[in-house]
């Protein structure tokens, strides 16, 4: 599903092909979810008048693909999510082949996104580690080009890419959806989280944040609320709710909690990848504290200057509550964040990165 996005993955995909439509023809095909297909109808019809949208099982997307390169003329595939890559040998050798990896956290053995798994056998977690960068490595030998979204994942993708197929092309916000919004009307004390908790290093942070952080926060800022905003809550998320913690949910848009919140946390430690969310706490002008490894994928945040960085729930929950009590700094935070994301992180910039490997990929087929 790409419409409504409701996470991380789905807002970088709709912004892309919402700038990308303006030049090209694009079909979409994803797979059926819950009967879905009216709202994927209507993103096309958002995205461009006459956008071509496909909607199939997953298992007959191999198919369909088969058949679209019979019926249009195509020049790129483009798989969203290494796991789709699968996909790619229908078409291979016929079209030029594009896999984005949206999170390379799958190939660390520390930080991996994907929820540890109640052992049945002694080693079962590190088969499945290995077995993850195997069915990897074969799917990105056979794709002509890997998109990463930061630097970082890109390192961590060379251990299974050849470095030339790699390019480099970052997450972006739309400065417009998100404008930037001064400290005068946000609610003192609010405390907003936003993940899709299905995503585990999502739900890993919030019940870091609720368990470890929020007790420590609240010593120091009694008045403190916290919000946990997000799609598809869990239950071990659900039960955390209390006095001063609601869980919120899915929501249309995240845009008029950022609005009204005093401060952002990003108090996350797993995977890899570029934090939408915190690009868009930056440009919405609500000040962030984030986990240092959260702000590896933007290398130009700096601690300090732009937001709060820190290693431990103690420091976390020490820059937060300063953030809260300081409005000044909490300002100048804010206002240096948003000149960042529009210098380097806008949707126009997303999109331009992505047409300049369409473009190198077209000249070569002429």
Request: net charge positive; aromatic share 8%; glycine share 6%.
């Amino acid at each position: 599903m790409i419409y409504p996005p409701l996470n991380g993955g789905e807002g970088r995909i709709f912004n892309l092909l919402r700038g990308l439509s303006k030049r090209y023809r694009i079909s979409i095909m994803v797979p059926r979810q819950d009967n879905r297909e009216e709202e994927y109808r209507a993103a096309a019809m958002e995205l461009q008048h006459g956008l071509v949208n496909k909607v199939h099982l997953a298992e007959e997307l191999g198919q369909a693909l088969e058949q679209a390169l019979q019926d249009e003329k195509i020049d790129i595939v483009q798989f969203e999510f290494h796991e789709m890559g699968r996909y790619a040998r229908f078409v291979r050798g016929r079209v030029s082949t594009i896999i984005t990896e949206h999170d390379a956290g799958f190939l660390s053995w520390k930080r991996s996104y994907i929820r540890p798994p109640v052992s049945r056998y002694p080693g079962e977690s590190l088969v499945n580690f290995a077995w993850q960068w195997l069915e990897a490595a074969r799917l990105f030998r056979h794709c002509d080009h890997l998109v990463a979204v930061s630097q970082t994942d890109a390192r961590l993708l060379n251990r299974l890419a050849a470095r030339h197929k790699i390019r480099v092309v970052p997450h972006g916000v739309d400065l417009d959806e998100f404008p930037f919004r001064g400290l005068a009307r946000r609610h003192a004390g609010g405390v907003v989280f936003v993940g899709h908790y299905p995503h585990y290093p999502n739900e890993d942070a919030a019940l870091y944040l609720c368990r470890e952080i929020w007790p420590l926060l609240r010593q120091k800022v009694p008045e403190a609320s916290l919000q946990l905003i997000g799609s598809f809550p869990t239950q071990r998320i659900m039960v955390q709710e209390t006095r001063s913690i609601q869980v919120v949910g899915t929501v249309a848009s995240v845009e008029p909690f950022l609005a009204k919140a005093r401060l952002f946390a990003a108090p996350v430690r797993l995977g890899m990848g570029v934090k939408g969310k915190i690009l868009e706490a930056c440009a919405s002008g609500v000040p962030v504290v984030a986990m240092r490894r959260a702000c590896e994928g933007i290398p130009e945040l700096r601690d300090g200057r732009h937001l709060m960085m820190a290693d431990t729930a103690q420091e976390f929950a020490a820059k937060a509550a300063q953030l809260l009590l300081d409005d000044e700094l909490s300002s100048q935070l804010a206002l240096r964040a948003r000149e960042l994301v529009e210098n380097y992180y806008s949707c126009d910039k997303l999109a331009e990165g992505l047409d300049r490997l369409y473009q190198e990929i077209l000249r070569r087929r002429q």
